[in-house]
């Protein structure tokens, strides 16, 4: 094997989330990982497990993963009870494991959410979400025949606040991260988003409630402001888009047309 | 069969407008009686599924991912071009044109370019008006960043997740339009095949990837934005599951493909650090506006860098060479990407690569950082920092980034006409999957011009004008065609399933990586690519006996998603080598090694190369056969690309 790096192997114990399907039951399966580079990403480590349980003959574990550089929202493990791991700010496909010690022992769940239900191993099914940008997370306007780009002059510290709420991925760790599984800080970073832009007042306080009102239906818990989410979100989204959320909820039925 | 690009007349300014006028229109109210599937939403796929529906249209879209947010365009960091010279530095829709045709060296179309170039002021509107938070100067209004192969500011950006922004955009459009029940959404699908009728494209086939089902959908029109192959190499920026079966399919129901070996290969990306390696990070390029590119200037101080006897930050000016600056002092480090990557790569072969495994050339900050301060370096291109700093453990603040090369953007795909209109008719291709508008090197913040171009504003007019021409009597998906494609892709899956080898799939994937990396990657020749097709013949061979392919169809199977992949991949595999082998001269991202200037650039044979290679497939195992479009140059003048 070629080796760049100049660190020792790691060997580490896995207990990993085994579920067929939707349809049965789950448990914890222990696994070793006997060479582990500290250059590897946690999701490849799992990589090299994978290849190892296909050799054997046995099903490799399924996860999601796509882009695997921290910005499809793709990737969605629960790591030693933590959405994405020990780390601040980064997604599972960032997680290198230079953040484990050798003789580890790793205990690696799906997101746990009755709006997120299993369909196997390590992937729920999240579609959950996009219902709830289907009900509303949008400016209602067709292509073409819009003005040009700068005739909407907009401060620079708008912009940037809409974008810090804009950057949410999609991968659902504030809710694995809730006691509640409450899905309101990435509810409320595209209701933020819009809010805050011109773009987004025509349909302001409509927005708000149709999202809040699909989130309601799909089964996700209420805020109680742990901020669990704030603290586990990759992205690092603000709890404040929260406050802004239940404030433009709350006017949302004062000012409805 | 000849090829027929049907550009139109007139002069090239007029040549959209007039055609657009010339083209037939589907009445309001007949639109609703037809049906456009959409495979892949990307920036292409999203956007025209998004339009079509506002249109009136019934669209049917399709990905594999679970989300259409998560698409690889996504991924995408540094920006998107746009003539809208809001910054009075002298650009025009004339100037990308030309940079962009300079830029791909003279092996796109005119037509095509100049329309993307038209086009791409409307993207930005549209994005605006959509939400899309692009970057601000503190009057308010859009900001601008330099990109490659340009000496204008015209890339709008949204700090370095452009293309995030841009696919959400899309998507919220295409949200909105599901909810409006337009547009039927079907997630965690794979397209398995295209269904032709009497020649006509009139449906697909997919695998439901959570329960295995195989199931036909029929539609009048078929519109494949399914992004590029660069994951042939196995190692690429591109995300794990970006793969080209959809394009693959469409080629062996009679889709040409064309340009196949026009591969880009990005020059700054994170270095490899070894076998478990499963993907590359691109930093994007806009860090070259204010990074310099260098190396020790002598093999023996490169040396003890790599041992660690000395740091970078030890090396004096005179002992470094900033070898972009030298050699084309008028870009400098902005010269276009295959440029920069052949550049880095001689460097490496000389013996002056950096990095423990001396794969690597410096992208130095610290002038950066003494003139801007931290600061103003971290707001620009703070996210980037700490993308790098988590992938490597070193901080680009205190010490030059380590980059080297890599498979980012494949220029080649299938042959479209100026409608986007493959030599199937009613399949189309949208964004990367078509070979269209890049030539044989794509410049910086292009590719998502291009795929927000092909789906906001050039096939929802295309497109009608085949409809109208075709008529809306349904499709039946019952029909003969679907059940035979449905039954083959069942012997596919059957046969796949029945690998009981002992090499993984994941296994003959990074081989063929190797093979095409090391044969037909930033250098190629034909000693190499002659072996490169023989290694890639027995490789897929053995692929069908020794492959283990595990689980069963009826259930998600990840593993027999990448074999079927993968399996795409080795047929593609030998194409891209044929068709560098064919084509012997140098251009742009394709560099043959026999073909270069006395300056070691690419050097073009224009009397005999000017034309688009467009490959027909003529079933298993049999040579493909070349068909050329002529390029007509009208309107510039052929020239050697120079960037000093």
């Known amino acids: 094997m070629m080796r760049l790096s100049i660190l020792e192997d790691m060997k580490l114990t896995l207990k990993v989330w085994r579920q067929k399907n939707a349809n049965t039951k789950g448990q914890l399966v222990t696994y070793k990982a006997d060479h582990v580079s500290p250059d590897m990403s946690f999701l490849e480590m799992l990589d090299v497990v994978n290849e190892d349980l296909i050799h054997k003959g046995d099903e490799p574990i399924h996860f999601d993963h796509d882009c695997r550089e921290g910005i499809c929202g793709a990737c969605s493990l629960h790591i030693n009870g933590r959405p994405h791991g020990p780390k601040q700010g980064i997604t599972t496909c960032q997680l290198h494991m230079r953040s484990f010690n050798d003789g580890d022992v790793i205990v690696i769940e799906p997101w746990r959410a009755a709006a997120f239900p299993v369909i196997r191993d390590l992937v729920t099914d999240r579609s959950a979400f996009d219902r709830i940008q289907h009900a509303g997370g949008y400016i209602s306007v067709n292509t073409g025949g819009v003005p040009d780009a700068n005739c909407i002059p907009i401060s620079k510290v708008v912009a940037d606040e809409a974008l810090n709420s804009a950057t949410c991925i999609g991968c659902g760790a504030c809710v694995a991260a809730c006691k509640n599984a409450s899905a309101m800080l990435f509810v409320s970073a595209k209701v933020s988003q819009m809010a805050l832009l011109p773009q987004g007042q025509p349909e302001r306080y409509q927005r708000v409630q149709a999202m809040v009102t699909q989130m309601d239906q799909e089964g996700f818990g209420n805020c109680t402001n742990t901020g669990a989410c704030e603290a586990e979100c990759p992205k690092e989204i603000s709890l404040s888009n929260i406050a802004r959320m239940n404030r433009d909820y709350f006017a949302a039925n004062i000012f409805k047309e | ?644």
């Open chain 2, 1 to 644: 069969m000849t090829l027929d690009a049907k550009i139109p007349e007139g002069p090239l300014a007029e040549k959209w407008s007039k055609h657009k006028f010339n083209l037939k229109l589907v009445n309001p109210a007949n639109k609703r009686k037809y049906t456009v599937i959409v495979v892949g939403t990307g920036l292409a796929g999203a956007s025209a599924a998004a339009s079509l529906a506002e249109l009136g249209y019934n669209v049917k879209a399709f990905c594999f991912q679970d989300s259409p947010r998560r698409a690889h365009s996504i991924a995408a960091q540094g920006g998107i071009n746009a003539a809208k010279n809001y910054q009075n530095d002298g650009d025009s829709i004339h100037r990308l044109f030309y940079d962009t045709i300079k830029g791909g060296d003279y092996r796109a179309r005119e037509g095509n370019v100049y329309r993307l170039a038209e086009v791409s002021v409307n993207i930005i509107d549209q994005c605006v008006a959509q939400g899309v938070p692009f970057a601000r100067e503190y009057g308010g209004l859009l900001d601008n960043r330099s990109f490659g192969g340009a000496q204008v500011s015209r890339t709008f950006y949204a700090r370095g997740q452009t293309g995030q922004q841009l696919l959400l955009g899309a998507y919220s459009a295409l949200n909105r339009q599901i909810h409006a029940g337009k547009v039927t959404m079907f997630s965690r699908h794979e397209m398995m095949d295209v269904v032709t009728i009497d020649g006509q494209a009139k449906g697909i086939v997919t695998r439901n990837l959570v329960t295995g089902n195989i199931e036909s959908h029929a539609g009048h029109a078929v519109l494949l934005c399914t992004g590029g192959y660069g994951n042939v190499f196995y190692l690429s920026t591109n995300a794990m599951g970006c793969n080209v079966t959809a394009a693959w399919k469409a080629h062996k129901r009679g889709a040409f493909f064309a340009n196949p070996c026009f591969t880009q290969i990005h020059p700054t990306c994170i270095p490899v650090t070894g076998d478990h390696q499963s993907k590359l990070t691109l930093m994007s390029e806009s860090l070259r506006n204010d990074g310099r590119v260098w190396v020790p200037k002598t093999k023996e101080l490169a040396a003890k860098l790599r041992n660690g006897e000395i740091k970078p930050a030890d090396l004096k000016e005179e002992d470094r060479d900033y070898f972009l600056e030298r050699k084309y002092p008028s870009f400098g480090n902005l010269v276009p990407r295959d440029v920069a990557s052949r550049n880095a790569k001689e460097m490496v072969d000389e013996g002056r690569g950096v990095g423990t495994s001396g794969i690597a050339v410096f992208l130095d900050f610290a002038d950066a950082i003494k003139r801007l301060g931290e600061e103003t370096v971290r707001e620009k291109y703070g996210n980037l920092f700490d993308m790098y700093q988590q992938i490597t453990d070193e901080n680009p603040y205190k010490q030059p980034m380590r980059i080297y090369p890599a498979v980012h953007y494949t220029m080649g795909g299938l042959w479209v006409d100026y409608n986007l209109m493959t030599t199937v008719p009613g399949l189309y291709a949208l964004g990367e999957a078509n070979f269209s508008d890049h030539g044989a090197n794509r410049l910086g913040a292009s590719a998502l011009m291009q795929g927000l171009a092909d789906g906001y504003f050039v096939i929802p007019y295309t497109l009608g004008d085949y409809l109208a021409s075709i008529g809306p009597k349904p499709v039946d998906a019952n029909h003969p065609a679907f059940k035979e494609a449905e039954k083959e892709v069942k012997a596919h899956i059957k046969q796949l399933l029945s690998l009981k080898g002992k090499k993984t799939v994941d296994q003959y994937h990074r081989e063929l990586g190797h093979i095409m990396w090391e044969y037909c990657g930033m250098a190629r020749n034909e000693d190499g690519l002659i072996k490169a097709k023989e290694l890639i013949s027995a490789l897929r061979k053995d692929f069908w006996k020794n492959a283990f392919v595990c689980g069963s169809n009826e259930e998600l199977n990840q593993n027999l998603e990448k074999a079927s992949r993968v399996a795409d991949f080795l047929e593609l595999g030998e194409l891209m080598v044929e068709d560098a082998l064919k084509r012997k001269e140098s251009c742009g991202g394709h560099f043959r090694i026999e073909s270069q200037t006395d300056e070691g650039e690419a050097k073009r044979d224009d009397d005999h190369y000017t034309y688009v290679a467009a490959w027909e497939y003529k079933g298993d195992d049999k040579p493909e056969t070349l068909h050329k479009e002529k390029l007509v140059f009208e309107n510039v003048k052929l020239t050697q690309r120079s960037y000093k």
